[in-house]
Structures are given as C-alpha cells and as structure tokens.
C-alpha cells in the first residue's frame, strides 16, 4: 500500500506570494493532518480535515486555510508569504479521527522557502 | 491544552551504548503517546507507542513504558548503532487526532 505523499516536495516563494500544498493520504485512510515544521517552533498542528469537513484548526492567522476533497486528497494554501512561512509542512493520515489511539502516518513533507 | 517536555539534545553516544531520552506530558484524561523519529530529509516514522497506563511500545529494540504516575514515557534502547542517528519526538494526542510534540532529541551515534 503507498504511503502518504505530498507535492511539490521542494518550493521556493517570494514575500506576498501565496502557495498551494497538495497531500494524498494512504488510500483508504479519510482523516488528513497538517503540521508545520520549523527550528524555532518546533513541530505544530495547523488543522485536520475529514470528510470534507475541518474538524480542528491550530493556532494559525487565517492566510493558512485548507480543503479537502471526496477523494480525501487534502491541499493547504498560504496567501500573502511571509519570511517566517519558511518551513518543512507535514502531511499526515488516519483511519478514524475520534481515537485517540489511532496512528497517523506521515508524508515526507513539503520544504517551502519565502525569500 | 497539551504539552510534552523531552530533554535538549543533541546526545552523542558511542555504538552499543545505552541510550535513555526522557519525555515527559501533561494532558487531560488519558493520552496516547507516541516516539517518532525522522532522518534527514525526510518525515517522520512512528517508531512506537502506548495507549494506556502501563503499556511497554516496542519497535527496532527500541522501548518506552506508559507511566501515568509520573506521566512520562522515557525512550530507551540497550545498544545503538550509528543507524540509530536521527531526531526522536516524544508525542501526545489527548483527544482525536491532534499530535502535541516535544521539540525533538538529535542523536549521534559514532564508531
């Protein structure tokens, strides 16, 4: 079975640009996470979609949305690129988003940099 | 909200050394936890976890036990090799599916 993957995996912006990351979870897998990851925050959650539905939202501005589509596939955009949008953002899939116990699988992230 | 304190690396071990990263958490109810571990250039893999009160995860002769007492659940392997080199986070999800992080714990192994 594939695992998670993500698109672009390397991405390089300008300030006020915006971008769009696309993440396809392990097929059969409905819940789809987000993450940034940087050196001075560390790993954080941005947000998770299930059925189309965002189920959780991270402490974000709101230039960070996302979707998700019936095929569960997942895109996150950043309007208006900031210098400290760069960073490693972290796709990851799960079966049932309620428990707690469940795993999630992640993909090998997207490097954006804003120059 | 949740929070997951593991200690500062980065740690550099010799091969075959014992190696111990503590991670401890704080989080309502009953959380799982989680090891991942992520090599350069790449994302993260689950290394092991535990679901409950005194649970031992095991994977790759690593191991971590659930300790609610004194909410912690410290990674330990009894021999590292040098492929054992990578970042190690400790992880928490209190409720669904939100993963809370400590920062990471790089470790060096040398021959």
């Known amino acids: 079975k594939a695992g998670v993957t993500q698109t672009p995996r390397y991405l390089i912006k300008t300030r006020g640009q915006q971008v769009t990351l696309s993440c396809s979870p392990i097929s059969g897998h409905r819940s789809v996470s987000w993450y940034q990851q940087t050196p001075g925050q560390g790993l954080q959650f941005l947000f998770e979609?299930?059925?189309?539905?965002?189920?959780n939202k991270g402490n974000f501005p709101g230039r960070f949305s996302g979707r998700q589509f019936s095929n569960s596939r997942s895109e996150m955009n950043v309007s208006t690129l900031e210098l400290g949008d760069s960073a490693l953002y972290l796709c990851?899939?799960?079966?049932?988003?309620?428990?707690?116990?469940?795993?999630?699988?992640f993909g090998p992230g997207t490097r954006l940099l804003v120059l | 909200g949740d929070s997951v304190t593991q200690m500062e690396g980065p740690v550099t071990l010799s091969e075959e050394a014992f190696l111990t990263i503590n991670c401890t958490y704080t989080a309502t109810g009953y959380p799982s936890l989680f090891w991942y571990v992520q090599y350069p250039g790449e994302g993260l893999q689950l290394l092991l976890k535990?679901?409950?009160?005194?649970d031992k995860g095991s994977n790759k002769g690593f191991e971590a036990t659930y300790r609610k007492e004194t909410t912690s659940f410290h990674l330990e392997k009894g021999s590292v090799q040098v492929s054992d080199s990578a970042v190690y986070f400790c992880a928490c999800a209190g409720g669904g599916n939100k993963l809370t992080f400590g920062t990471g714990t790089q470790l060096k192994v040398e021959l």
């Open positions: 990851a899939s799960s079966l049932n988003p309620w428990d707690r116990q469940e795993t999630q699988y």
């Open positions: 979609y299930f059925s189309e539905t965002q189920r």
């Open positions: 535990a679901t409950k009160a005194d």
